[in-house]
């Protein structure tokens, strides 16, 4: 399995447990802290409890989803890392591009579990936004709810289109479709 055992964040994840199983889960939440306290490995834990076919405090591990999310494989879960600025001109290629290079790094991710934090100049950029707007346009694959983290979200900056593609992001945030949550 790609991912490596969550350690720690007890009380976090009691208290998203408790959010996920009362459905009081907010659809959108900020996991802030250090650079490697595991903050996209606990999105991650929390991805696999809110997809888990059975009921449990604890993602079962062993459902179908939870296979799933654990081989990085699930259809409803979009898993957004910074990616270098896509070199096409044209709108829609550069979302190709994006779509392609964050496959790229997924792939990656399931050979390598413990990855290193993202090259410097990587980003998320408006083509990974509006790939973002797209994919939260469309409707569960599974029939649950869909996830989407955003990871290193502290990258949402530099580059000319910055502040296009942050205030995109946080319309999407403020209005987040149906049975979508992000972290
Ligand atoms: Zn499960």
Redesign the pocket.
Known sequence: MPLHPIVGHHETRRRLARGVRSKRLPQVLVLAGPWGVGKQRLALWLA?LVL???AGEQ?????R??RLVGGLAHPDLHWFVPIPRPKASESDKQVEEASQAIADAMEERRSRPLNAQSDGMASHGIASVRLLQRQAALTSVEGGRRIFIIGEADRLVSQESSQEAANALLKLLEEPPREACSC
């Open positions: 696999q888990c076919e059975a993602p079962c591990g062993s459902c989803a939870c």
